[in-house]
């Protein structure tokens, strides 16, 4: 038997960090140790977003859904023993990327390390963040300047360095269809493309660089024939844009590179078990064809949709890849699907439709000009609320869910406390006592940091010229400046941003036919409004602390407008204070508080109470997210009036539900509205 060529394994990374950089650094180096062959660092909340552990709206948050960093002291202990020269490290940031990027810089130059060898990725695609996943900070302008001048200054002092990742996995998250991920990306590479080649920083005959380190971050749901095709046409696509619009001849600085994440929309609360299936399914739609695999891949582990998964979890996830890469004979042969009728003609069909809505989004003056029209938000809203009243009505099926729910004992959520990874409350104090220590020390020895509110200022001054911000950012992470300190002073010079929410615009998802579900939860809005004497129940819909998933949210919202509600939807990112202010001078009959970073047990009740002061404790609070049992009991111990999770996927049946509350807070009659 002739011995055939076995080509190289992608790159296997688990998305990790949680609690201290001294806890997430043991994690890393057990994962390195059990054959990860690279690193890919989840930050929290405040770190995304630009704040201190410290900070009102970090409060819940720190060291929940990823690690905590603050300064260059945080970024040493993270890597404490790796070392950085022989890693390739991927770091989800986007808002904050040139800040984390600059720490990382810092720690490699301590450790010795030859710069011009660093590998790794920076996501730090700030377009899907207005779109999906929320942790933006600064306007569209100024956040396009950041990634712009991080592009310029990796080509010319990092060369192996990825500085973006064009990220359309959370588009797939919020919704999107697969042209609508390839266009949506598309686009926001174009964006960036046209800022880095209109700003001067990098000449012409360079472009091919900068367009051979832009990588793509994509996403690989169930349907895995659908999402292969996709794969292949996001490279036809990349080719052509880069060759035709900036001229790019050298076909290997037109190679599409990309790493994916698969699919953790499609993973159940109900029967979790099924999640390992699904897992395989979506890595294989990025693994088997050859002229479109992944060149990174990390996947989610089956309790992803309960809670935090422990080590054990990943480690399984590990094992996934690995049986493929090294049992399996996937890498002994050239592409499997080269000639297929059925592949080339999906490939076709999604190259034509993605341009087509490509060319839309340029006609509109491209991606930041429908981000900040709201256009592209609204059509992921109306997208996703599609796929749920699909899934309601049993049109899309979801295996123990809302097809073949019967199921024996399950063996491995037995005890549900210990199914998941908890994260110990104490961690946020200890935290912030280590942030302040480190800004009562930072000038004295071993340290002896400049004070940094000399390289704050020049920070301030070169945002307010037109300069690359790289430099003055290393300097203020080598005068020991914290990650709210750095983006506080931008947000002096760049101000803030609210994101459109897509909510009003998007359009009725789910009919209310004469004896339709929704038709019967109208009624029972309007009786209820009618014996209330009010012209419309008014619904507060919530989003407390810094998670900005708001999909869920965005759900309840439509979807309680579509039953008569008078919505009151503010968008993501607000304190427990702001939404009791917005309940009493909206004097809503309701308000709903969507949270899935787990910081639920402190931002709910402080909700309760606050409204309980403010004597309005007539308004039913209900609660919802990635909220495990132990949890909804004590909240609703605490006084919340319904807990929901991912398994409640009937929207409808959840407003209706809504309506009952505010009847018994109201103390009026249970409607016998018929089912």
Sequence with gaps: MTERHKDRPWLMRTYAGHSTAEASNELYRRNLAKGQTGLSVAFDLP?????????????????????PVAHLGDMRRLFQDIPLEQMNTSMTINATAMWL????????????????????????????????????????????????????????????????????????????????EIAYAMSTAIAVLDAVRDSGQVPQERMGDVVGRISFFVNAGVRFVEEMCKMRAFGRIWDRVTRERYGIENPKHRRFRYGVQVNSLGLTEAQPENNVQRIVLEMLAVTLSKDARARAVQLPAWNEALGLPRPWDQQWSLRIQQVLAHESDLLEYEDLFEGSKVVEAKVDELVEAAFAEIERIQEMGGAMAAVESGYLKSQLVASHAE??????????????????EGTEPNPLTADLDTAIQTVDPAVEARVI????????????????????????????????????????????????????EWAGALREVFGEFRAPTGVSSAPVAVTAEEGSALSQVRRKVELTAKEMEVGKLRFLVGKPGLDGHSNGAEQIAVRARDAGFEVVYQGIRLTPEQIVDAALAEDVHAVGLSVLSGSHAQLVPDVLERLRVAGATDIPVIAGGIIPNGDAEELRAAGVAAVFTPKDFDITGIIGRIVDEIRYANKLDPLEVPA
């Design 433 to 484: 006592a280590s942030l302040h220590n480190w800004r009562d020390t930072r000038y004295q020895p071993p340290f002896n940091h400049p004070r940094p509110c000399k390289a704050l200022e020049k920070l301030k001054e070169a945002a307010r010229g037109t300069g690359n911000l790289m430099e003055a950012t290393l300097e203020c992470a080598r005068a020991g400046a914290t990650t709210g």
């Design 47 to 67: 770190t995304q977003t630009g704040y201190d552990s410290d900070h009102v709206l970090a409060r819940g948050e720190v060291g929940r859904v990823g690690v």
């Design 101 to 180: 990027l600059a720490l990382y810089q810092v720690v490699a130059e301590e450790q010795g390390a030859d710069l011009t060898k660093l590998q790794g990725t920076t996501q730090n695609d700030i377009v899907k963040e207005y779109l999906s996943r929320g942790t933006h900070v600064f306007p569209p302008g100024p956040s396009l300047r950041l990634t712009t001048d991080m592009i310029a200054y990796t080509v010319s002092h990092l060369p192996k360095w990825n500085p973006i990742n064009i990220c359309s996995y959370h588009l797939q998250e919020a919704g999107a269809t697969p042209v609508q």
């Design 387 to 404: 796929r749920r009243a699909r899934i309601e009505s049993g049109e899309e099926k979801i295996i123990g869910v809302n097809a073949f």
